[in-house]
C-alpha cells in the first residue's frame, strides 16, 4: 500500500514480534531518510504497530485474504495478484528466490485461492478483522478466543472503549 503495510507473522517466541517491528522499522527509516536525504528531519511512522494473535484454521484463511485483498479494496489494482509488491504476487508469478522468501503457512491453500481471493469477503468478516485490527482482540472461534484471553490476560481488547457507567 502507498501509506502503510500489512504483515501476518508468526514468531517463535514472546518478545521476538517487538524485536523484529523495531528492526524493521528503525532499518526502514534510516535507509528512506538516507535515501532522500532528510537525516534528522522528522519522523516515517506515527503510533506504535498493531497486532492480534490468529487462530490457525479458517480465521488464518479470512486474516490472510484481508491482507492480500488490501489493495484490491482500495482499488488499486484490478486483481489482487496484480500488485507486485504483495505475498500473492511474490507466490504466483516471483522467481523461485522471490517465493522463497515466503514461508508455508498452518493451513493448506485452497486450489481456488486466487478465485477466492477476487471474491469479496463479507462486511461481517472484515468488520471481525478491522475490530481485532483497531483493539489488538484475538481473531478466531468463540472458545479460543476466550482460552487466549485468559492465558495472555487480554481482558482489555474486548471490553468496551471509555470508562464504566456508574453503578456497573
Known amino acids: 500500500m502507498p501509506n502503510h503495510w500489512h504483515l501476518v507473522v508468526h514468531t517463535r517466541k514472546d518478545g521476538d514480534l517487538t524485536k523484529f517491528v523495531n528492526w524493521l522499522t528503525l532499518t526502514h527509516t534510516k535507509r528512506w531518510h538516507s535515501a532522500h536525504?532528510?537525516?534528522?528531519?522528522?519522523?516515517?511512522?506515527?503510533?506504535?504497530y498493531k497486532s492480534f494473535l490468529c487462530e490457525q484454521d479458517d480465521h488464518f484463511m479470512q486474516l490472510v485474504r484481508y491482507v492480500e485483498r488490501n489493495q484490491l479494496r482500495a482499488r488499486?489494482?484490478?486483481?489482487?495478484?496484480?500488485?507486485?509488491?504483495?505475498?500473492?504476487?511474490?507466490?504466483?508469478?516471483?522467481?523461485?528466490?522471490?517465493?522463497?522468501?515466503?514461508?508455508e503457512w498452518p493451513v493448506s491453500i485452497p486450489k481456488n485461492y486466487i478465485t477466492l481471493?477476487?471474491?469479496?469477503?463479507?462486511?461481517?468478516?472484515?468488520?471481525?478483522?478491522?475490530?481485532?485490527?483497531?483493539?489488538?482482540?484475538?481473531?478466531?472461534s468463540d472458545s479460543w478466543v476466550r482460552r487466549v484471553i485468559k492465558r495472555y490476560?487480554?481482558?482489555?481488547?474486548?471490553?468496551?472503549?471509555?470508562?464504566?457507567?456508574?453503578?456497573?
Open 37 to 48: 536525504k532528510t537525516i534528522g528531519h522528522g519522523h516515517l511512522y506515527q503510533g506504535r
Open 76 to 103: 488499486l489494482v484490478k486483481k489482487a495478484e496484480g500488485w507486485q509488491w504483495g505475498s500473492v504476487w511474490r507466490r504466483e508469478k516471483g522467481t523461485l528466490q522471490e517465493q522463497s522468501l515466503l514461508s
Open 117 to 140: 481471493l477476487n471474491e469479496p469477503q463479507s462486511e461481517v468478516e472484515v468488520e471481525a478483522m478491522r475490530q481485532s485490527i483497531a483493539r489488538g482482540n484475538p481473531f478466531g
Open 153 to 168: 490476560d487480554l481482558e482489555t481488547t474486548v471490553r468496551p472503549l471509555g470508562r464504566p457507567k456508574k453503578g456497573s
